[in-house]
């Protein structure tokens, strides 16, 4: 099993940018779907985006289209979400998620979640 750690988040303006990363270690990093959550207070987890394997197929919660790009490196066991033009409405705990079939927005479709990184962005 893949072993997830999360970091990058802090606080912003809105309009502001982050970059969140997650380090994998353990399992076979290459071979897993990886995903992008987040939880804001009193909400439940929702999916934010997701990458294959090889980066070929990546989707994107409606709301940030356009505004956040997630990417993967392979070689470096690592995965990013770049958030640009951030919105009060963004604030959450972002967790990175690894699992094994094919990207998707199901969060029980995955096997291994990081912590968390918490993001605020002020208005």
């Known amino acids: 099993q893949v072993q997830l750690v999360e970091s990058g988040g802090g606080l912003v303006q809105a309009g502001g940018s982050l970059r969140l990363s997650c380090a994998a270690s353990g399992g076979t990093f290459m071979w897993v779907a990886m995903g992008w959550f987040r939880q804001a207070p009193g909400k439940e987890r929702e999916f934010v985006a997701a990458i294959s394997r090889s980066g070929g197929s990546i989707a994107y919660l409606d709301p940030v289209k356009g505004r956040f790009t997630v990417s993967r490196d392979n070689a470096r066991k690592m995965v990013y979400l770049q958030m640009n033009s951030l919105k009060p409405e963004d604030t959450a705990v972002y967790y990175c998620?690894?699992?094994?079939?094919?990207?998707?927005?199901?969060?029980?479709?995955?096997?291994?979640w990081g912590q968390g990184t918490q993001v605020i962005v002020s208005s």
């Open positions: 998620a690894a699992g094994a079939g094919t990207p998707t927005s199901v969060a029980a479709s995955y096997d291994s």
